[in-house]
Every structure is written in C-alpha cells, then in structure tokens.
C-alpha cells in the first residue's frame, strides 16, 4: 500500500477487523478489557495503522457513541437492546478523507451478527 500511496494513489481498506478499537467501541468496554477483540495489543496495533496515515472513516465522522456493528448471538436479545461491538471499518488514507461524504452503520439490517457498514466517496 505504500508505493501506492507514495505514488499520488489512495487507499481504503474495508472489513471485519475483529477488533474494537477504543471504549466507545463497544457497549461494556470495562468488562470485555482483556478479551479477544478488545485486548490491549489490537487496539496498540489500531493505534499504530492509524498513526501511520490511515482514518477510520465512520469515528471521524460520527463521534456519537452506541454504534455497533456486531452483536453476539450467545446472549439473548442483545442486538435489540444495541449490546454491541463495532468491528467493521472503513479506513481510509488521510489525504482521501475530504472525499469522504458519508460513512454508514446499517444495524436495521438483519441476516447475520454483523451490519452492513458503508461509505460513500465523492471523487
């Protein structure tokens, strides 16, 4: 991805990353610290793509908390009651990030623990 970008390029990379970056991430970050998806070495690892020029799209644009794209299947009602995590992302290099008009969570829609996320460019 480097030469890419260093070529004038942009980047986005999109998907599942199994990790909830920071607490507003997730619905009960003080219980789930030391858990897979919340441990400190993933959110290190986030910490480190972000510093090296990526945005996460969706948190740039909507600092509101309570948004989650992944609901466990294992506790009763917890997609209902937004007991949740955020895992899908959208990043995108930071010289890309002013093309960025919307960056989505799509919790309505059902079919799977996870939501659709979406973003929208404008190039």
Do not use: Q
């Amino acid at each position: 991805m480097r030469p890419h970008r260093e070529g004038g390029g942009h980047v986005v990379v999109a998907g599942d990353y199994n990790i909830a970056h920071e607490a507003i991430d997730l619905a009960n970050p003080d219980s789930n610290e030391g858990n897979p998806g919340y441990l400190p070495a993933e959110r290190a690892w986030f910490d480190k793509w972000v510093g090296a020029g990526y945005v996460d799209s969706f948190r740039r644009l909507c600092p509101e908390p309570k948004k989650y794209s992944w609901w466990t299947y294992r506790v009763k009602g917890a997609r209902e009651r937004n007991v949740g995590w955020r895992l899908d992302y959208h990043c995108v290099d930071e010289g890309l990030m002013g093309a960025v008009r919307a960056a989505t969570i799509h919790p309505e829609i059902l079919g799977s623990d996870h939501c659709p996320v979406g973003i929208e460019l404008e190039l």
